[in-house]
C-alpha cells in the first residue's frame, strides 16, 4: 500500500469515527445509560426513605435537582459545578444534623459515615430518612451534569461513588448492583465511540463491564451485606443463636436454621428470666436494625426503672468467650469493666468475656398487674412514638387489615396485645425448617405461611401492634436455660431466642412472648439429645422455666382473659380455631384456608416449585453470560484469535499443488522470523528483508523457490518438498 492511499484511508476512518460521535443514537444511548446509573443508586435511597418515612418527599428533590443540572449545563464550568456539588453535600449534611436529636460532632460524624462502609447499613442512621433526601442531590446532580457536558468518565465516577458506597454499606441489593454497574459500563462506552469507532469501543466496554460486575460479587468486605458475592453451591446453614443473637447490629430473617448445644454462660439467680442481650427498633421488611449508638457507663446511666419494679441480682459466668451481656430486664448496675449503655437501655460490652470470667448485674423487674398495664392508657411519650411505631411503607394493606379484625374487640393497648399475642400462638406451627420468603416477612407468615420459628412470631407482632399504634420492639437473647443447682441455670447456643417488649405509659417495657412454649423447647431439648460429644445424660426433663407476664395468670385466664371490668370475652380457640371476634366471613375463609393446608398439599406445591427451578439461578446465569462475554472481548483485544491462528500455520501446512505448496512455506517461513526478529516493513521486499535480519542460507532458498514459482518456469513436486522441509528444519532451530 503506497503512502498517499494510507494517508487517505486514516482520513477516511477519521472522518467515519467523527460522525459515528455524532450520531443522536451513541448520545441518547450514553444519557440512558447514565439514566440507569441514576435509577441504581436512587432505588436504593428511596428505599431508605421509605423504610422510614414516605419515599414520596424523594421524587420532587431529584426532579429539582435534575432540571437544575439540565439547566446549568451549558452555563457552569467544569470546577464551578464541583464546586456547587460540595455545596449541596455540605447544606444536607448540616440539614441532617440539625434533624438529629442527639448533639453529634463533626468528627464523630465523619467516623460514623466510614463504619457504615464495613457493612453496617444506612438504616442505622438517626433520620434516615432525612439522611436521604440531603444526600440524594449532590450525586444526582454532578452524574446528569457531567453527561450532559460529555464528561462520562467523571459522570461514571460520581454515579458510581454513590452506588459504591451503598454496595460497601451493603444497602444495594445485587439486582441494582448488577443495573449500575451495566449502566456504566454502556455510558463509557458510548461515550468512546466519539473517538475510538464502534467495534473498538464495544470491545472494551463488554470488559470494563466484566471487571466491574464481577470484581465486587467475586471479592467483598461486605460482612453480610446485600451485596454479597453470588455462590455457585449451596451456602452452609446458620445456628439460630448466628441469625438471632450475634447478628450484630442488623438482623435479617432468614430461613432455615439449626441449633448449636454448646454451653455460653451459667446465671445464678433467685428465678429465671430471659436473658436479654440486645433490641431492635427499626424494621425493614425483612429484617430489623438497631439504630443509634451505645455510650459509656461512666458518660451516660441507665433508664429510670419504674416504682413497681423489683430488684434481681444475677451472677454471670462465661462458658465461653462472651461477646454479648445477657441480663433480665431492666438492668440498672453492673461491676463488668467496659460496661456501656445501650440504645435501648440494656447492656453492652467494650470487648469481651473471657471464659471462667465472672460478672454480676442488678436488674429492675418490671411487675405490673394486669389492671395497671389495662389502665395505663395511650400517653406515650413523642419519641418512643416517632422510634417504635415505625413501619416501611411498603407493607402490604392485608397486614393491617387482619390485624384490625382479630383486635376489634379490643378496648386497650393491653387486651391488643393478649389477642395478638394469643393469635399467633394458636395460629402458626413451630419449626426451623423453613423457606425464607420473598418481600415483605409479617405479609408472609400471615398469609403464605404455615410454620416458623421466634423472630417470625416477633416480628408479626411487633410489626401488629405497631400497626395499631403501639410502640413496640423485638428483644433478643436467651431463654431461662436448663436448671443445673439451686438457682443456677445453664444457657447453651440453642435456647437463643427472640421476643417482644411493648411499652406501657408508667410502666416502661414489658416482655411477651407469641412463639409457642413447647414445640421450642422440644426442638431445643431434640438437638441437645442428639448432640452426641455432649451428651444429655444429666438433662432435666421438665421443660425450662420462663416467666412472663403470663404467669400471673392461671391457665384459665391465660386462654380467655378477663380482667375486672370484663374487657375481653373469649380470645379464641387453640388447635387452629379461628377467633370468634372475626366477624367478616372472607376473613374467615381465609384464615381457615391457612391453617387448613393439608400436608399433602404442600409437599406437592413445594415439589413443584423445586421441579420449576432451573440448575442454575437467573443472577447466576448473569454472572456466567457477563463473564463470557468479558473473555471473549478480552481476547479479541489481545489479539489471543490471531495468535492462535498464527501458531497453527506455522505448525502444519496442508499440501496440494507444488507452487501452493512453495507458497505457503514461504509464508510460513515469515512467520517464523518476524515472530523471532522484527515484523517486515511496509514496502520492503522479502529478499530485503531476509537480508536485513541476516537469515540463513534456507531462508535464501526458500525465497529462491518462491520466486521461480510466481516469476520463473515453475517448481516441480522435489522443489515443493524441498521447501516444506527447509521450513520444518528452520522451525525446529530456536
Known sequence: MSNASAVAEAGSVRRTRSALGELPAA?????GGTVGLLVSFLAVLADV????????????????????????????????ALALGAVLFVAGMGWHLLTVDAEVELLVLASNNLELLTGETVLRIQQADVWALTVAPTPVFLTWFLALRRRYVSAVAAGGGMLGYLVLTGDAGTTLTLLGVTSAGVVLAFGEIETTGWSVAADRAVVVLAVMVLAPLLVTIVPGGEAAPIGFADDP???MEENVVTSGSSLEITGEVDQSPDARFTVRSEEPRLWRTGSYDRYTGDGWVQTSEPSPLADGSFEEPPDHARNLTQEIEAASSLALFPAAWQPVDTDADGALVGPDGGIELDGSLAEGETVTVTSAVPDPSADELAQAGQ???????ERYTQLPEDVPDRVGERTEQITQNADNPFETVLVVEEWLETNREYSLDVDQPDGDVTDAFLFEMDAGYCTYYATAMVTMLRHEEI??????????GEQVGDDEWLVRGLNSHAWVEVYFPEVGWVEFDPTPSAPREQTELAALEGDGENGASDIDDAPDVEPGLEDEFDEETASDPIDESGDIEDLGETNGAIDPAIEDPQLQEEILMDEQLAPDAAVEEAAAEEDDTGLFSSEQLVVVFVALAGATALARQAGVGTSLAHRFAVRFQRRSDPASDVERAADRLLLILEQRHRERRTGETVRQYLTAIRA?????????????ARYGDGVTRADADEAVSLVERIRARE
Do not use: M
Open 237 to 239: 446453614i446458620e445456628t
Open 379 to 385: 400517653e406515650y411519650p413523642e419519641s418512643v412514638v
Open 49 to 80: 426513605v421509605g423504610t422510614v418515612g414516605d419515599s414520596l418527599l424523594l421524587y420532587p428533590v431529584v426532579l429539582a435537582t435534575l432540571v437544575a443540572a439540565t439547566l446549568l449545563a451549558r452555563l457552569l464550568r467544569f470546577t464551578a
Open 696 to 708: 540463513g542460507e534456507d531462508a535464501h532458498r526458500i525465497a529462491t523457490l518462491r520466486e521461480r
Open 471 to 480: 410502640p413496640a420492639r423485638l428483644a433478643v437473647g436467651y431463654s431461662s
Open 27 to 31: 448520545r441518547l444511548l450514553a444519557l
